[in-house]
C-alpha cells in the first residue's frame, strides 16, 4: 500500500527567503503525486500534482516540486516566501490502481516579517 | 463556476446517534470521495462514489456508508456515532477520465466539523 512521510511537523522561514517542504512516499508502481494547501477552518486547496514527464512542477501561487524517483521524494519549493503562505501543507500520493489518497500528517509552514 | 459545496458547516450530535452529511461535486465532476480528518491529523480516505456504487473503500467499519445520486452529489452516513467520529470531513469531486488509473485531480470542499459529545 501507498504512505507518505513529512519528516517535520513545523517549517519556519523569513519573509522573502526560499522554503522547502519536504515529502517522502512509498508506492509500487508509478506514483501520482499531490501537494495541498489547508488554511484554518478551510478544506484543502490543491498546489501541484506530478503524473509524469518533467520531474520539476509548477503550481499554483509560485509553488513548485520536485519529483526524485532514486530518493522517492517530492519537496515543495519557493524562491520567495510571503507571509501568507503561512499554513498547514499536506503532500498525498496514489498509486496506478487505487483510487484513494494518502495524505502526510502535514507540516505547519510559519513565515516571519 | 461552483467548487465543491458541503453541508451543514457544522454538526453537534450525541454518542449512539446518526448523522448524514451532504455533498454537491464541482460542475462537470462525477467522481466524489470522503475523508475523515482529525484534529492534527491528514485526511484519512473513507470511501470513493463513481457511477452512483462505491468504487473503494479505506480502513473504516460499516458504521460508515454513503450514497451517490443521479446529478453525483453524495451523501455520508454515520451509524451509532462515537466519540472518536468527531472531525472534520471532506468531501473531494474529480472527473473520471476512463479506466481504474484516473489520474484526474480531486478538489475539495470546505468540510463539515462533526463533533460527538
Known amino acids: 500500500a501507498q504512505s507518505v512521510a513529512q519528516p517535520e511537523d513545523q517549517v519556519n522561514v523569513a519573509e522573502g527567503n526560499p522554503l522547502t517542504v519536504k515529502c517522502t512516499y512509498s508506492?509500487?508502481?508509478?506514483?501520482?503525486l499531490f501537494w495541498y494547501v489547508q488554511y484554518p477552518n478551510r478544506g484543502l486547496q490543491f498546489l501541484l500534482k506530478?503524473?509524469?514527464?518533467?520531474?520539476l512542477v509548477k503550481g499554483s501561487y509560485g509553488f513548485e516540486a520536485e519529483f526524485n524517483k532514486s530518493q522517492t521524494s517530492f519537496h515543495l519549493k519557493k524562491p520567495s516566501a510571503l507571509v501568507s503562505d503561512s499554513a498547514l501543507y499536506f503532500c498525498?500520493?496514489?498509486?496506478?490502481?487505487?483510487?484513494?489518497?494518502?495524505f502526510g500528517a502535514g507540516t505547519r509552514l510559519t513565515v516571519k516579517p | 463556476d461552483a467548487g465543491v459545496t458541503q453541508s451543514p458547516t457544522h454538526l453537534i450530535k450525541t454518542r449512539g446517534q446518526q448523522v448524514t452529511l451532504r455533498c454537491s461535486p464541482k460542475?462537470?465532476?462525477?467522481?466524489v470521495s470522503w475523508y475523515q480528518q482529525a484534529l492534527g491529523q491528514g485526511p484519512q480516505f473513507i470511501f470513493q462514489?463513481?457511477?452512483?456504487?462505491?468504487?473503494q473503500r479505506g480502513n473504516f467499519p460499516d458504521r460508515f456508508s454513503g450514497h451517490q445520486f443521479p446529478n453525483y452529489s453524495s451523501e455520508l452516513n454515520v451509524n451509532a456515532l462515537l466519540l472518536g467520529d468527531s472531525a472534520l470531513y471532506l468531501c473531494?469531486?474529480?472527473?473520471?477520465?476512463?479506466?481504474?488509473?484516473?489520474?484526474?485531480?480531486?478538489?475539495f470542499g470546505p468540510g463539515t466539523r462533526l463533533t460527538v459529545l
Open positions: 473531494a469531486s474529480s472527473l473520471e477520465t476512463g479506466g481504474r488509473e484516473s489520474t484526474d485531480t480531486q478538489y
Open positions: 508506492v509500487s508502481g508509478n506514483p501520482y
Open positions: 506530478y503524473i509524469t514527464g518533467d520531474n
Open positions: 498525498a500520493v496514489r498509486d496506478g490502481v487505487n483510487n484513494d489518497m494518502r
Open positions: 460542475s462537470g465532476h462525477d467522481t
Open positions: 462514489y463513481y457511477e452512483e456504487e462505491e468504487r
